[in-house]
């Protein structure tokens, strides 16, 4: 078996990213070209995007974005506006694809967006946990705020009645 590799996300990558999303999440989550390639151009100049490729085989990728909690994209967002001061790493996304579970992708992207964060300087990563993986993320050792600001509760409701807001120190 070909050994996995990470490297940056590139906005030539968004045909097989669009492919990984449809392997890994229900209808409702999946996003648009246009939206990927947005969060790509928002994360690009900070290098806190990756993808794990097997060979020529896409098998994970993990999207982040640094933010304040005011500008967090809302679900499948066509434009982002940069932050002139994150807060945090925003994860807003990383599927690995089942055939590729056995192989510890998803634990080795969220080093690597842990890694990005400390080269950001940003002391904390967020991300909205979705299709029941609240465990997984907390396992991670992500966990709930105790409240959230007004603003964050408007975009978590774009990603359905059972998304969480997760944070974690870095």
């Known amino acids: 078996m070909t050994s996995v590799a990470l490297r940056l996300l590139r906005a ?10 449809a392997q890994c999440y229900e209808a409702q989550f999946l996003e648009s070209a246009r939206a990927f390639e947005a969060k790509l151009l928002a994360a690009e100049p900070h290098r ?7 060979g020529e085989l896409a098998q994970a990728y993990a999207v982040a974005l640094p ?10 967002a066509p ?6 001061r994150p807060e945090l790493l925003y994860l807003h996304d990383l599927a690995v694809a ?13 080093e690597q ?11 904390r990563i967020g991300l909205i946990a979705v299709q029941d993986s609240l465990a997984y993320w ?8 105790p409240s959230l600001p007004e603003g964050l ?11 969480r807001w997760l944070e974690r120190q870095v």
């Open 48 to 54: 806190s995007s990756w993808i794990a490729m097997q």
């Open 67 to 76: 933010v304040c909690l005011q500008t967090l994209p809302a679900l499948n």
């Open 98 to 110: 089942p055939a590729g579970r056995s192989l510890g992708l998803g634990r080795l992207l969220a």
């Open 138 to 145: 907390q396992r991670q050792g992500f966990a709930e705020l």
């Open 153 to 163: 509760q408007a975009k978590l409701a774009s990603f359905g009645p059972q998304a």
């Open 113 to 123: 967006v842990e890694q990005s964060a400390r080269a950001l300087g940003l002391a």
């Open 12 to 21: 030539a990558d968004v045909p097989a990213v669009l492919a990984l999303q």
């Open 79 to 84: 434009h982002i506006t940069p932050s002139a």
